[in-house]
């Protein structure tokens, strides 16, 4: 079964007295369940659309993306889904441990369970000690941890992380793939944009890549395994003949 | 499992709660309330006596005046502080409505302005008794009738936010709130100078906010009597029909918003 | 309004109280070369001197509001009196008499709002003109003590609170004129104080020859601020215009009381060269009373 279903996705942003500028241009792609899946592409590709999208954050301006067969906007859909958003500040005002118990009562866990697996959650990221300072005091790496935290509470079926290692150290780099392997063993699908490639290859079963909005390349890594020095030296050649491609089409 | 709308009040309010608490404009607010009131019963030392009434006066100014720039401020930034952080996606990425989100963050911003205006107040009482100046059974209509107004305002600033930036939706509450009492005095006028239709004056009254009408302050000044109850249900009722109208006008625009 | 008082009540407070400590407090109003020169080049006299005039000026508007228990009044416009859809404020026993001013919020007969109108009526403080009180001016002489200890150079304060102080009971002249000195102490250049000094001294006391020092003394001032080329300024202070306007009546009307008609013109010849349409100067200096 599908766990993510994108089909001709259009996203568009409107301005004043300008055409429209079209972030993402008749994307399609899908996820199964319990795959893990790197979605990649340089700055502005288009990758925070599709995963706003996804969220049922924004409307689509054209085309249909579907949550384990429900439209991306049903809130229904959401309760299988875990969000990791890039750089988001969690409250100052609030502690890690308060922060949580807001999310997972949002999330409709209540009472004792919610307090375990608060308590888990943040002994797994590494801020259990932390729990109980306030969040404008803990670095951006602690923010980090935080926000894996809480998109992993309810046990997700899936898990779609914006910029996942963004603030993370080494080792917490480290600790976050141990974890996203525990998600896999447990049967979540995973699907993640990362600019750390290391990081990419390590954990995925599958890349996209994205550029210009559109899909330029979908591979699974033991396709490409032996044909390219790293992955890092695969997603440029690629996004280079991307835009090669894409510039000829427009000439064309 | 669909998470209820009192689920999501419940947990954003104590979030709400605990954030107000914690940030420090109500006891800068509390601060200058007693500096006032102190400050003005201060006279009695220079040899300034039988000032009840101004003593009352000034404070009912300021608790007024306190307690609507923080609702104000309250309401205005419950939306828009969580789009400036982004944490409005982890708080859309849960099985919630943008709805039953909006009804939340109304209801936040009124319990903690409401529970802000209650302090304000229990302070305000607590120092007019030690200056020796006591108040009659009206303050209560009185508490009663501004929480039902800081309601209203609370949807009021709520649904604006969604509309406007977080500075222009504080001046311009703050326009709506102070002047509304001006608004309605220039209806009349236009009606009596210029000959404006009652009706038109009827219709333009409905429509234009009516905060003013919540505030029965300066007939605690004055120790009159309490009101007839009816007064208060028909601002409760007002409070409802409108706020109502402004939240459903945030919805509908909220509901398809682009955040971020 | 309210929040502009707001930021002035404490601001005037703690002003106040730091001016008055600091420097002498017949500089805070420019009425000599000296006083300009130091309001003009002292930011802090200049800003805390309009603190406490603002202040005093709140206080002067808060009176009329605590005298009729927080219902406010305001002047009618000309086409309410021209057609008198507005009711002026009077007491049942007509002793109590606002020419010409009606209620903010209008009695329900002439309320074009339908609830509306109700409702305002039962929420704020509200009466029906016609049947107005007054709260015991008791309530209200606080409010003089204090805008003229906040602004010692608000003469009007000393000149209605003085007048409150005799309205409270008639016997409390010695107060009134406590007040009225304490106003002339701290205003040397106001005629109005000593024109309403000589007033009280004349009728009251029946002391004709201090009244006259008062009397003149209030003319003097008026001939200073004319020398100075302020006379305009003075002028447009309806207190002191009627307080200079006033002392040169009352000196010929004690020249008449003297039988001295010559000097009876004389006061109210040089009064009519500032007032010349007052008919009251006019008759006096026909030699009249």
């Known amino acids: 079964m599908w766990a993510i279903e994108v089909r001709e996705l259009v996203v568009e942003y409107r301005q004043a007295f300008r055409p429209p500028v079209r972030a993402v241009d008749r994307l399609s792609f899908g996820v199964r369940e319990g795959e893990i899946v790197g979605f990649l592409g340089v700055n502005g590709a288009g990758k925070s659309s599709t995963i706003k999208v996804l969220m049922g954050f924004q409307p689509p301006t054209a085309g249909e993306v579907r949550l384990f067969g ?72 602690m923010l980090q941890r935080l926000g894996i935290a809480q998109a992993l509470l309810g046990n997700p079926k899936l898990l779609i992380l914006d910029e996942v290692s963004s603030g993370l150290d080494p080792v917490g780099r480290r600790e976050l793939r141990d974890l996203l392997r525990l998600q896999r063993e447990r049967g979540a699908t995973i699907f993640f944009s990362s600019h750390e490639l290391g990081e990419v290859a390590s954990l995925c079963d599958r890349i996209l890549v994205i550029h210009r909005g559109r899909l330029i390349a979908e591979h699974t890594l033991s396709e490409l395994s032996g044909r390219f020095e790293s992955l890092e030296d695969y997603f440029i050649r690629t996004v280079q003949q991307g835009a090669d491609a894409l510039a000829q089409e427009v000439a064309a | 499992m669909s998470v209820s709308l009192i689920q999501v009040c419940r947990a954003l309010t104590v979030a709400g709660l605990l954030e107000t608490l914690r940030r420090k404009d109500l006891y800068v607010v509390l601060m200058l309330m007693a500096l006032m009131v102190l400050g003005a019963s201060t006279f009695r030392v220079f040899g300034v006596r039988g ?63 409401g529970a802000c205006f209650l ?24 508490l009663l009738l501004k929480l039902i107004g800081i309601g209203w305002l609370c949807a009021l600033g709520v ?42 004056l009827n219709w333009l009254y409905g429509v234009l906010p009516h905060y003013d009408l919540f505030d029965m302050s300066q007939k605690v000044v004055y120790d009159w009597d309490p009101i007839a109850w009816w007064v208060i249900g028909a601002m409760a009722v007002y409070a409802l029909g409108s706020g109502g109208a402004y939240l459903l006008l945030g919805w509908l625009r909220f509901r398809r918003q682009v955040l971020g | ?91 049942a026993d007509e002793v109590h008499h606002h020419e010409d001013e009606t209620s903010v919020i209008p009695e329900p007969e002439r309320d074009p709002r339908w609830l509306w109108g109700d409702i305002e009526r039962q ?32 003469v009007q304060g000393y000149l209605v609170g003085a007048q409150m102080i005799l309205f409270d009971n008639k016997r409390n002249l010695r107060e009134a004129m406590a007040f009225l000195k304490e106003g002339a102490r701290h205003n040397p250049r106001s005629i109005a104080l000593f024109t309403e000094l000589g007033r009280h001294t004349l009728v009251q006391l029946g002391d004709d020859a201090q009244a006259e020092r008062y009397f003149r003394q209030a003319v003097a001032n008026g001939d200073r601020w004319v020398q100075a080329g302020n006379a ?14 006033d002392a040169y009546r009352w000196l010929a009307i004690l020249k008449h009381r003297e039988q001295r008609l010559s000097e009876q013109r004389e006061w109210a010849r040089r009064g009519l060269t500032y007032f010349p349409d007052d008919p009251v100067l006019q008759q006096l200096a026909r030699g009249a009373l």
């Open chain 2, 119 to 142: 302090i304000l107040a229990g302070a305000a009482w607590l120092l007019l008794l030690m200056l020796g100046v006591p108040l009659k059974p009206i303050f209560g209509q009185y």
């Open chain 1, 70 to 141: 429900q439209p991306a906007t049903d809130a229904r859909a959401r309760q299988l889904v875990g969000f990791l958003p890039e750089t988001a500040l969690y409250s100052p005002y609030l502690t890690p441990y308060e922060t949580m118990r807001l999310y997972g009562a949002l999330q409709g866990l209540t009472g004792h369970s919610l307090n375990a697996q608060i308590e888990a959650l943040l002994a797994a990221v590494g801020i259990a000690p932390k729990m109980h300072t306030l969040n404008r005091h803990l670095s951006k790496g």
């Open chain 3, 1 to 91: 309004m309210r929040s502009i008082a707001l930021v002035l009540v404490p601001l005037g407070l703690v002003g106040g109280v730091a001016v008055r400590l600091a420097l002498p407090v017949q500089v805070q109003r420019a009425d000599t070369l000296a006083a300009q020169t130091l309001y003009d080049r002292h930011a802090m006299v200049s800003v805390i001197g309009e603190l406490r005039s603002s202040l005093a000026g709140y206080l002067w508007v808060k009176t009329d509001e605590y005298t009729h228990g927080g219902v406010q009044l305001r002047p009618m416009t000309e086409r309410e009196k021209r057609l008198g859809t507005a009711r002026e404020a009077s007491s």
């Open chain 3, 232 to 245: 305009s300024m003075i002028l447009q202070n309806p207190f002191e215009r009627e307080g200079w306007r």
């Open chain 3, 123 to 154: 929420v704020k403080p509200f009466f029906d003109v016609r049947h107005h009180f007054h709260r015991p001016v008791r309530e209200v002489l606080p409010l003089y003590r204090f805008m003229t200890w906040v602004d010692p150079t608000f």
């Open chain 2, 159 to 200: 649904a604006l936010s969604v509309y406007l930036t977080p500075a222009a939706n504080v001046t311009l509450s703050l326009i709506l709130a102070f002047g509304s009492g001006l608004f309605n005095r220039l209806l009349l006028m236009a009606h009596w100078e210029r000959g404006l239709d009652a009706l038109w």
């Open chain 2, 51 to 113: 000032l009840e009434i101004f003593i009352k006066d000034t404070t009912f100014l300021a608790m007024g005046i306190f307690s609507t720039v923080l609702t104000v401020l309250i309401a205005a930034r419950q939306l828009p502080d969580e789009v400036q952080r982004r944490t409005i996606y982890p708080l859309l990425a849960r099985p919630i409505t943008r709805g039953q989100l909006l009804m939340g963050k109304w209801l936040t911003a009124f319990i903690t302005a």
